[in-house]
C-alpha cells in the first residue's frame, strides 16, 4: 500500500474512533446506573469507585467517609435494599455537570414486600478526573 492511502486509512480509522466516543451525558448516567448496581449489590466499594476523593453531601460535614459509612450501615440495617431511579435530567457545562432525578430506595428483610421505603429528590455534581466523570457533590430532600 502507498504511504499516502496508508496514511488516509489511518487517519479515517482515527476519526472514525472519535466519533464513536460516548456522549458525556451517556456516560454520567452509565455512572448513575452502576452506582444503582453496587448498591443493590450491596457493594459500597463499587458505589464509591464514582465519587470523588473531595466529596460534599447535603450537609457541608457530609464528606466522603460519612458517605461511605452511611452505605454499610443501610447493609447491615437491610438484607434487601432496592433503588429505582427516575428520568435523570443531565446539564453540561464544560468539565462540570449536574444530574438530577427523583430516587425511592427500600430495605428489609428480602420479604415479599419492603419494610422500608422513602422518596428523595437527588440534584448531583459531577466533574471530569482523568477523563472520567465522578460524583462531586450530592444534596438530596426526601419527598
Known amino acids: ?49 464514582y465519587v470523588t476523593e473531595d466529596f460534599v453531601g447535603s450537609d457541608s460535614s457530609f464528606d466522603r467517609a460519612a458517605l461511605h459509612n452511611l452505605l454499610r450501615a443501610q447493609f447491615l440495617r437491610n438484607e434487601a435494599v432496592a433503588v429505582l ?19 425511592t430506595l427500600t430495605g428489609g428483610d428480602r420479604g415479599l414486600l419492603p419494610e422500608r421505603g422513602a422518596i428523595y429528590e437527588v440534584e448531583t455534581g459531577w466533574k471530569k478526573v482523568d477523563g472520567d466523570w465522578r460524583c462531586l457533590t450530592a444534596r438530596w430532600q426526601q419527598r
Open 1 to 49: 500500500m502507498r504511504p499516502a492511502l496508508r496514511f488516509a486509512a489511518a487517519l479515517a480509522l482515527l476519526l472514525l474512533a472519535a466519533c464513536s466516543r460516548t456522549p458525556d451525558e451517556t456516560r454520567i448516567r452509565n455512572a448513575v446506573a452502576a452506582m444503582e448496581t453496587a448498591v443493590e449489590s450491596r457493594n459500597p466499594r463499587d458505589f464509591m469507585a
Open 85 to 103: 431511579i427516575g428520568p435523570i435530567e443531565v446539564t453540561l457545562q464544560g468539565d462540570r455537570a449536574t444530574a438530577s432525578m427523583t430516587v
